[in-house]
Nanobody
Framework: QVQLVESGGGSVQAGGSLRLSCAAS????????LGWFRQAPGEQRKFVAL????????FYAESVKGRFTISRDNAKNMGYLQMNSLRPEDTAVYYC???????????????WGQGTQVTVSS
């Protein structure tokens, strides 16, 4: 099993930045790919970004490409999501999750954190 805990959320104005962290424990970090999802009020949870087990490959949703950067540090069992040029539509609860695959549907992810709230005001 893998336990995940997100942190770093908060409230920022449009154009600002936040860095989310995902602390992992349990299974070694280099045995799974790591993804970020978000869920806005009244909407389904949506894919944001994905990074391979060794950090060599990344994939982003079109809505965040060029603004968000996913990274990981396996030595520290940490994952990160750097979010720049934030927009009000980025407001959501953000979750990190693990997968052995390379896909975007949430059903392909097996372990999830509890989420961290990001609020972007205009």
């Amino acid at each position: 099993q893998v336990q995940l805990v997100e942190s770093g959320g908060g409230s920022v104005q449009a154009g600002g930045s936040l860095r989310l962290s995902c602390a992992a424990s349990g299974r070694p970090s280099d045995t799974y790919n790591l993804g970020w999802f978000r869920q806005a009020p009244g909407e389904q949870r949506k894919f944001v970004a994905l990074i391979s087990w060794n950090g060599a490959s990344t994939f982003y949703a079109e809505s965040v490409k060029g603004r968000f950067t996913i990274s990981r540090d396996n030595a520290k069992n940490m994952g990160y999501l750097q979010m720049n040029s934030l927009r009000p539509e980025d407001t959501a609860v953000y979750y990190c999750a693990t997968t052995r695959g390379w896909s975007t549907p949430e059903w392909d992810y097996n372990y999830w954190g509890q989420g961290t709230q990001v609020t972007v005001s205009s």
